[in-house]
């Protein structure tokens, strides 16, 4: 499995870990979104891609994730960390950030967890 979501303190946590293929990436979103229904406010999380080797992260499959994204309707505003240490990881979280348009997310990129950490503490 290439993916665990869990709820860390205060903080969802989204870690996606080897080659993650598109079907992959749909089942991690898909289980985040299951998790997500059962706050009354959805919590401020990070996507941490430390552990990614490779996979599908070509525009197509951003674009649709972004678009599924976009056109949700949450309770509140949230922020969203994304840990992406790798030239490869950093490059598909940075295309994520720019065609994230929902006014309820806030999406940061970081290069270390703890700098998404404190990010997300302030």
Do not use: C, K
Request: glycine share 6%; hydrophobic share 40%.
């Amino acid at each position: 499995m290439g993916h665990h979501v869990h709820v860390d303190g205060t903080i969802l946590r989204l870690e996606l870990h080897d080659a993650v293929s598109r079907e992959e990436l749909r089942e991690a979103l898909a289980a985040l979104d299951r998790l997500e229904r059962e706050f009354p406010r959805i919590p401020d999380r990070i996507i941490d891609l430390t552990r990614v080797v490779g996979g599908d992260g070509d525009y197509p499959t951003v674009a649709a994730v972004t678009g599924q994204r976009n056109q949700r309707e949450y309770p509140n505003h949230f922020r969203s960390a994304i840990v992406a240490p790798s030239d490869m990881t950093f490059g598909v979280a940075r295309m994520y950030q720019t065609l994230i348009s929902n006014p309820s997310i806030t999406l940061e990129i970081f290069r270390s967890a703890r700098d998404a950490r404190a990010w997300l503490a302030r």
